[in-house]
């Protein structure tokens, strides 16, 4: 095994020495490739075409391509087919590259590890995705495809933080510790707002696929109950992100993470207000696909967020916590 990885590093090392700033922009590319394919999933669900390929890997069991069929109307199979290509040829292109980049500039082994996390959970995503069509949709298996989905963008997204920072460094708290604290709070928060957010479109009116609705396994619970549930955790997330925001904007602090914060809120209020006109307007297709893009924001930001509050500088810098607040 030792063998084969440093054949790998002789091979990648023919290729150009990539600047950070573009190890950054590899690493973007690989965050908004994660969210993409979390909004394109949602497209598949909403305009039911969660069986337009009925069976996996292939579309059909005679054909990887869609093919005419009266069971199966064109569009459904054009929009799972193009959610199954923006996985193979953009998710898994974004993750090699990301991968070839940072081992090319031989960069630290944590930033090493996240970035090979990648291509290894887009492999496993796919054949989760798979064994979500073979089970013909079951709701739990979808909602466990989607959460595996979330965590690869903050995976992502730290990544793309930590790419910035320099290798030869030392962290130091770019924020107070209380704040810090709390922000990992909310962030444990923020998953039960996603695991409440599946369980409430499990018992939704998306079943995935029009073809037989009637046919897919669904959560049979009060939605105005879990739509109250869910929208208690979102209050607590943001009554504890207010918390670290009070001690971040009157602590030392630096300007990075003032920035990021007041950012994270926008988006934060953008994705809470999507979330009530939704569920008053009788959750509308489209306001579905806005309010998984809003939550893919949420946990890039929030991950981002977190990261910046513990900075990376240069050893033998004269950067203070003090400093960084100027």
């Given at each position: ?33 994660q ?6 999933g ?40 193009g ?25 630290r ?8 996390i ?7 995503q ?11 949709l ?51 928060v ?50 504890i ?16 993470v ?8 926008v ?27 809003g ?10 967020l977190?990261?910046?509050m ?17």
């Open positions: 095994m030792i063998g084969v990885y440093q054949l790998f590093l002789r091979l990648v090392d023919r290729l150009p020495l990539p600047s950070v700033k573009a190890q950054q922009r590899f690493a973007l590319a690989a965050l908004l490739s969210a993409l394919i979390a909004v394109t949602s497209v598949v669900r909403v305009t039911g075409s969660g069986l337009g390929c009925p069976t996996w890997p292939k579309c059909f069991d005679d054909s990887l391509l869609p093919i005419p069929q009266d069971e199966v109307p064109w569009w459904h199979q054009a929009i799972e087919f959610n199954r290509q923006i996985a193979v040829w953009i998710v898994v292109t974004t993750s090699i590259a990301i991968v070839l980049a940072v081992t090319r500039a031989r960069r082994r944590e930033i090493l590890v996240y970035a090979w990648l291509p290894f959970s887009t492999f496993a796919g054949i989760l995705g798979g064994v979500t069509v073979l089970t013909g079951r709701w739990w298996v979808v909602g466990a495809h989607m959460l595996v989905s979330c965590a690869m963008v903050w995976i992502a997204a730290t990544l793309y933080a930590k790419v910035g920072e320099p290798d030869d460094g030392v962290e130091i708290e770019a924020a107070p510790a209380g704040a810090r604290r709390l922000v990992a709070a909310s962030a444990v923020m998953s039960l707002v996603l695991a409440a957010g599946v369980v409430v479109t499990a018992a939704g009116p998306h079943a995935g696929d029009r073809t037989n609705p009637k046919a897919i396994d669904r959560l049979d619970v009060s939605i105005p109950f879990l739509s109250l549930t869910h929208g208690l955790l979102v209050a607590v997330y943001v009554a992100l207010v918390g670290a925001a009070v001690l971040i904007m009157r602590g030392p602090s630096s300007e990075a003032r920035r990021r914060l007041k950012i994270l809120f988006v934060v209020a953008a994705q809470s207000l999507i979330g009530v006109v939704q569920y008053f307007t009788g959750v509308p297709a489209l306001l579905v696909v806005l309010h998984v893009a939550a893919m924001s949420v946990i890039a930001e929030t991950a981002i977190y990261r910046l513990s900075a990376r500088v240069l050893r033998g810098s004269d950067v203070t916590p003090d400093k960084l607040a100027a």
